[in-house]
């Protein structure tokens, strides 16, 4: 019994130290989800095995300076996905999409349309936003291939893919503040909030 206590800490453990990395959630960007303090486990084995999932609350470098500073937003969209949203409500492969996780409905329409990100019916500048040129997009109305646009639950607080463009993948981040300066990555997806004790639970 005691053999297998030890065994068990050692892979809780090295699991812990290996896979498992807390981030503490610095802004109001993801209420009612994720609240300013709380401490949550990312899984950082998860996109080495698959690349991100719609829905998941994932952390990132953002394509904008941040210090180093990842960011954590939920992915409204992946490669492929044509996303629009029209008077608050999420349009998903043309099917609207119900979002009970968001704090209140976003204020502003946004379509990924004319191989760009259109807010309000203005495109957003590869100067400032992460947009691949032409060349890079499959489709003019899907996301290409490697990006993902990336929303907080408290949309109308929220600095995401609505302002600075699409998160990557991985390399070089190809247009925005952050070209050729930066490195792209996902790093990992939250699983679980750790503290504080009244907030524990897993994130689904």
């Given at each position: 019994?005691?053999e297998?206590?030890?065994?068990v ?20 960007s ?22 991100p999932?719609f829905?998941d ?5 953002p ?16 490669p ?7 008077n ?36 957003l500048d590869?100067?400032?936003a ?6 890079m997009w ?7 291939a ?5 929303l907080?639950?408290?949309?109308n ?7 600075w463009?699409f ?9 925005g ?9 996902f790093?990992?997806r ?7 004790l009244?907030r ?5």
């Amino acid at each position: 019994m005691l053999e297998t206590a030890i065994a068990v800490a050692l892979f809780l453990l090295l699991l812990f130290v290996f896979a498992l990395r807390p981030f503490s959630i610095p802004s109001i960007s993801m209420i009612p989800t994720l609240h300013v303090r709380d401490t949550v486990l990312v899984d950082e084995i998860a996109y080495r095995l698959h690349p991100p999932h719609f829905g998941d609350l994932a952390v990132f470098m953002p394509p904008i300076p941040s210090n180093g500073t990842p960011f954590i937003k939920r992915v409204i969209g992946v490669p492929g996905d044509t996303i629009r949203i029209a008077n608050g409500t999420l349009y998903r492969d043309g099917r609207a999409f119900p979002e009970p996780y968001v704090n209140e409905p976003p204020n502003y329409d946004l379509a990924v349309t004319r191989d760009t990100i259109v807010v309000d019916g203005v495109s957003l500048d590869p100067a400032s936003a992460d947009i691949p040129p032409r060349s890079m997009w499959q489709a003019a109305d899907r996301i290409p291939a490697g990006f993902y646009l990336m929303l907080g639950d408290n949309r109308n607080y929220s600095d995401d893919s609505h302002q600075w463009g699409f998160a990557q993948l991985h390399g070089p981040f190809v247009a925005g503040p952050a070209r050729r300066h930066a490195e792209a990555a996902f790093i990992g997806r939250a699983v679980m909030v750790l503290w504080p004790l009244d907030r524990i639970h897993v994130l689904r």
